[in-house]
């Protein structure tokens, strides 16, 4: 009958959909994981969020509380679906058999047990989670052991183990913490996001040196500022020696400010990476322009060195992230990302000096094509210039303290405006036999000298923001003001006990504190949401990260977004809680808190 399809058509509407929230991806997810080679297997140790373990029913009681008693079959089955099965490990060409599960345990959220592999391995093996413990499913950590068998073969604590982890389907944003135990008992952590690939825990010099040059290639050839600056380089260029000339000066350049960026030589402040894209972007509108209105060959291998520095900046930005993955060769690593940029570079020009000579040969004159090739790469890198200034002003610059770190800076600043002297000086002579021409040496020491002081400029202390919330961002004072911020406006209707202990670290540690405080700003007070200043929003930004053990220091916490981007959510092992006098609250909420435990709405 028709009237039956509107009627089943308003139903569908109006019943809701209860299914939804069970199967909710998780925003972010922290995997946790001890790699230790063992004789005849390989032991793995795992914690995960057991909310990222979706499309499983665990057995609850109550209104939603993990029933630990009835859990562990459960658990079994999450951990072999959601992580033995997603992981594959190997030791050298040899495939090691899949993962077994040895065995589960549930934890709380602020179970310590996984800062050291000894406590982890003991934990799951041998302190069970109480059964008549309250907690709701979704707050919930699995701990997982796994043995990898090794089929005979003894692998030991220095072993070739390759990990493919594919966890990434876990949450929106999953992040892994791999920690190998090394034979003498040292650690070694690598990071990374989503799934990797294959990782080496600890390769050997060949096999570190041989992703390194695929790694500076594919940055080579995925860097377009780059590509472009190579080609206005060679644009105007003809003969051979000048080519030679030129290319060596830019190589030797990018190597010295490369090497001398990852090895802790160059400026740390935050606004250092941006103003180097922003200094690239401009080396190649300079570039450009200069081939339109007529370039001077003879001294190009001038500007190409001094361009060469900022562009090894560049190339050192790329690599910091990888360099976890060098193990023990640390140097090799440098040497060989820097070769697998020269074998992009060289492939590149191959291929682009014989195209350039053949179209002005055949299709247009020269003088033509290199102002309308010039002309189209000033419109694009202008527009990046444009951008990135604009990235730039979004960065705060505060003067430099003046103490013993800063006159140490100035000390090693001074020596590497030396060393860039000398290898121009050098250079020099080099280019006077190519050419035969008698430069300017005077000129371009002095060039040299400026560009040198510039890139070697001593860190910025004062405007460096700390990686780690545990390293001090906020003062004493800040966090005063912030609690009787806290106590004024907000508790009416928090409590400090929201905002600390397990529920906070759950919710916020591995995270940047710039999500934190748009969360504060956004949603609190919970009456009246926004409408504290944004020095108020700082202050009891402040005084949350005390709550939760966090030290102060002597850098101000501010509420500039790049700044707060670039801290990370930490605890640090055995922190220290907040006094008693800022706890009151929770001793008389505790019991509603566990009863009610419930994740922050994600943002």
């Known amino acids: 009958m028709p009237f039956l399809y509107p ?24 995997v946790r994981t001890f790699v230790k080679p063992d004789g005849a297997r390989v ?23 993990l029933d630990v008693a009835r859990a562990e079959p459960t658990l079994r089955d999450a951990a072999q679906l959601w992580i033995a099965d997603g992981l594959r ?15 589960v345990r549930a934890a709380l959220p602020g179970d310590r047990a996984f800062e050291s592999y000894a406590e982890a391995l003991r934990a799951v093996q041998e302190s069970p989670l109480p059964v008549d413990t309250d907690i709701p499913v979704g707050q919930v950590m699995l701990d997982v052991l796994l043995d990898v068998p090794t089929a005979g073969v003894v692998v030991g604590a220095d072993a070739d183990v390759v990990l493919d982890p594919q966890w990434a389907h876990l949450g929106v944003r999953t992040t892994t913490v791999v920690t190998l135990i ?13 799934d990797p690939g294959e990782v080496r825990l600890d390769p050997r010099w060949w096999q570190a040196a041989w992703r ?28 051979m020696r000048p080519l030679v000339g030129v290319v060596t000066a830019f190589t030797i350049a990018h190597s010295i400010t490369l090497v001398a960026s990852a090895m802790g030589f160059a400026p740390t402040a935050l606004w250092f990476p941006p103003l180097v894209e922003l200094l690239i972007a401009a080396s190649i509108v300079y570039m450009a322009l200069e081939n339109i209105v007529g370039a001077r060959v003879q001294r190009r291998w001038m500007i190409a060195f001094a361009f060469g520095l900022i562009h090894g900046f560049g190339f050192a930005t790329a690599l910091r992230e990888q360099l976890q993955f060098a193990g023990a060769h640390l140097l090799t690593s440098l040497a060989a990302f820097n070769v697998g940029v020269e074998i992009a570079q060289l492939v590149v020009l191959a291929a682009a000096v014989p195209v350039l000579r053949w179209v002005f040969a055949r299709a247009v004159p020269e003088r033509i094509g290199v102002i309308i090739a010039s002309a189209f790469i000033t419109h694009e890198a202008w527009h990046w210039l444009l951008e990135r200034a604009a990235t730039l002003r979004t960065y705060r610059f505060t003067p430099p303290v003046l103490d013993a770190l800063f006159l140490a800076d100035v000390l090693r600043g001074a020596m590497g405006v030396l060393i860039v002297i000398g290898v121009a000086w050098g250079i020099s002579g080099v280019m006077r036999r190519l050419s035969g021409a008698q430069l300017a040496s005077r000129a371009a020491t002095g060039l040299l000298l400026m560009l040198a002081a510039g890139m070697f400029t001593p860190r910025d202390s004062a405007a460096q923001a700390p990686k780690s919330t545990v390293q001090g961002v906020y003062t004493p004072a800040q966090a005063t003001k912030g609690k009787s911020v806290f106590n004024g406006a907000c508790l009416g209707c928090h409590t400090t006990a929201s905002h600390m202990g397990a529920a906070f670290e759950l919710r916020w540690f591995g995270r940047p504190l710039s999500e934190l405080y748009g969360y504060l700003s956004n949603l609190m007070p919970k009456s009246a949401p926004g ?9 009891v930004t402040a005084y949350i990260l005390k709550l939760n053990g966090m030290p102060a220091g002597k850098v ?14 930490d605890g640090a092992p055995g922190n220290t809680p907040a006094p008693l006098e800022d706890r009151w609250e929770v001793r008389s909420a505790v019991r509603k808190e566990v009863l009610r435990f419930r994740l922050v709405p994600q943002l």
């Open 556 to 569: 101000e916490l501010n509420a500039e977004p790049a700044w707060l981007k670039a801290v990370r959510i």
């Open 7 to 30: 009627l089943l058509a308003l139903l569908l509407l109006l019943v809701p959909g209860r299914c939804a929230h069970a199967h909710e991806i998780p925003a972010s997810v922290v």
């Open 182 to 194: 090394l034979s003498n008992g040292a650690t070694r952590v690598i990071t990374f996001d989503g």
């Open 212 to 239: 390194f040059v695929r790694s500076g290639m594919a940055h080579m050839f995925s860097g377009i500022d780059h590509l472009l600056f190579i080609l206005c380089l060679v644009l105007p260029i003809r003969t």
């Open 531 to 539: 409408t504290l200043t944004e020095d108020e929003y700082v202050w």
């Open 43 to 65: 032991r793995v140790l795992v914690r995960v969020p057991l909310e990222s373990m979706r499309d499983v029913s665990f057995p609850t009681r109550g209104a939603g509380l």
């Open 89 to 103: 490990l190997r030791v050298g060409d040899r495939v090691l058999a899949a993962p077994q599960v040895v065995a």
